[in-house]
C-alpha cells in the first residue's frame, strides 16, 4: 500500500510518499479502507512548527478520515467488513472529562494519522455512518464538525433565539453556522473578504462584517445587538479576542477554538472580569460528541462545504492549498 509521511518536521516540502506492507487487524481492531481524507488547520501547523502541542516526526499525517471495515480482528462485535465509518479525532476520549494527556495521542501528531491506504485501528477508534452523506462529505465531521457541535452544545447549549458570532470561512466557521441555525440560533459572520459576505449568508448567516473594513467590529456587534451575543467562536485567537470581549453578552460564553493568530495585545484582567464572559477552552470533542453530530448532520439535512477535492497523488498540493488561507470550508483527498 501507499502512504504519506511527514519524514521531518521542517516544511511541508517533507511530506514524502511511501510504499508500505499492509497492516493485519489484532484482537480489537479493525482495517479499514481510506476513501477520503479531510484537511485541517493543524496538519500544517505541524510540519510548519506552529502547534501548540509537541508531535514527532516521521509519522503519518491527518486526524479526519472516512472508509471502509474490510476486515475485522477477533473480538471485534461492533462492526462487520462493509460498514461505512469515519475516524474519531481522539481515539481514548469517549465522553466525559477528557482522559490524562489527551492532546499527545492524537492521530498525526502522537501516532500515525490517516493519510494512507489502509489504516488498523481499535474499533473504538471509529464510528459507522449512514448513506447521507459521500465519503468526503463525512470525512470533514471528526476534527472541523465535532469542534463546532461542542461550542455550540455544551456545557450551556445554545437555544433556540440566541446569537452567535463566528469568525471567517474555514471548516469549523462555516460548520458553526450550519448547526447553529438549526439550532434555532440567528448568526453574525465575520470575514476579511467582501466576496465571502456573500457566500456566509447563503450558508445561512443573518448579518456579516466585514473586518477589514470595520477592524473595531466588537461595538459594532453590541450596536447590532444591544447587549452583545450569546456564544462567539473564537477561532483566530490573539489578534481578535479583545474585539470578542467587546461583543459578548455578560453572563455568556467565548469558545476558545483555534490560533490563527500568535500574536496580538495583552488582555487586561479588569477587561477580562468586565466583559462578565465565560472562557471555555476546547480541543474538538469525544466520541459521543462525535455520534451526537452524526445525528444532527443527517435530521437536519445538512451538507459539509468542500473548498476542494484533491486525488491521492496530489496530496501535496492540498496541503499548499490549506497553507495558502484561501479556501472557504473544507479542502478533501480523496483516495481510489
Not at 462485535?77 to 481515539?91: K, L, Q
Not at 470578542?244 to 487586561?268: C, H, K, M, Q, Y
Not at 477580562?272 to 445525528?295: F, P, Q, W, Y
Request: contains cysteine; aromatic residues 8%; charged residues 20%.
Amino acid at each position: 500500500m501507499f502512504t504519506y509521511r511527514f519524514d521531518h518536521l521542517d516544511g511541508l516540502d517533507s511530506l514524502t510518499r511511501h510504499e508500505e506492507e499492509s497492516p493485519s487487524p489484532q484482537r480489537g481492531e479493525v482495517l479499514v479502507r481510506v476513501r477520503s481524507v479531510a484537511l485541517n488547520y493543524r496538519d500544517i501547523a505541524i510540519p510548519l512548527g506552529r502547534y501548540v502541542w509537541d508531535a514527532r516526526p516521521g509519522l503519518i499525517p491527518c486526524s479526519d478520515a472516512a472508509g471502509e471495515i474490510v476486515e475485522t480482528g477477533d473480538g471485534v462485535d461492533s462492526f462487520e467488513p462493509g460498514d461505512r465509518v469515519v475516524s474519531c479525532f481522539h481515539s481514548r476520549w469517549f465522553g466525559g472529562r477528557p482522559p490524562a494527556n489527551l492532546m499527545l495521542d492524537t492521530y498525526g501528531s502522537g501516532k500515525d494519522g490517516w493519510l494512507t491506504q489502509y489504516a488498523v485501528v481499535s474499533q473504538d477508534a471509529v464510528v459507522k455512518i449512514g448513506d447521507e452523506l459521500s465519503f468526503g462529505e463525512a470525512s470533514t465531521l471528526p476534527c472541523a464538525g465535532v469542534t463546532a457541535w461542542n461550542a455550540l452544545s455544551g456545557p450551556s447549549p445554545i437555544r433556540p433565539g440566541d446569537t452567535v458570532l463566528t469568525q471567517g470561512s474555514g471548516g469549523v466557521s462555516i460548520f458553526a453556522i450550519q448547526l447553529a441555525k438549526a439550532l434555532g440560533a440567528s448568526v453574525i459572520a465575520t470575514t476579511t473578504s467582501a466576496d465571502k459576505e456573500a457566500l456566509l449568508r447563503d450558508l445561512g448567516a443573518d448579518r456579516t462584517i466585514n473586518t477589514r473594513d470595520t477592524p473595531e467590529w466588537g461595538g459594532v456587534v453590541r450596536d447590532m445587538t444591544g447587549d452583545g451575543v450569546d456564544r462567539i467562536v473564537e477561532v483566530v485567537g490573539p489578534q481578535t479576542i479583545h474585539q470578542s470581549l467587546a461583543a459578548i453578552r455578560w453572563n455568556s460564553e467565548i469558545v476558545l477554538v483555534g490560533f490563527l493568530s500568535s500574536t496580538g495585545p495583552d488582555i487586561n484582567y479588569f477587561t477580562l472580569k468586565g466583559s462578565g464572559a465565560s472562557i471555555r477552552s476546547i480541543g474538538v470533542g469525544d466520541r459521543t460528541m462525535l455520534e451526537e453530530l452524526i445525528r444532527v448532520v443527517a435530521a437536519a439535512g445538512i451538507r459539509p462545504v468542500i473548498d476542494s477535492t484533491y486525488s491521492f497523488n496530489e496530496a501535496p498540493q492540498a496541503f499548499r492549498h490549506l497553507a495558502d488561507g484561501r479556501h472557504t470550508g473544507k479542502i478533501v483527498i480523496e483516495l481510489t
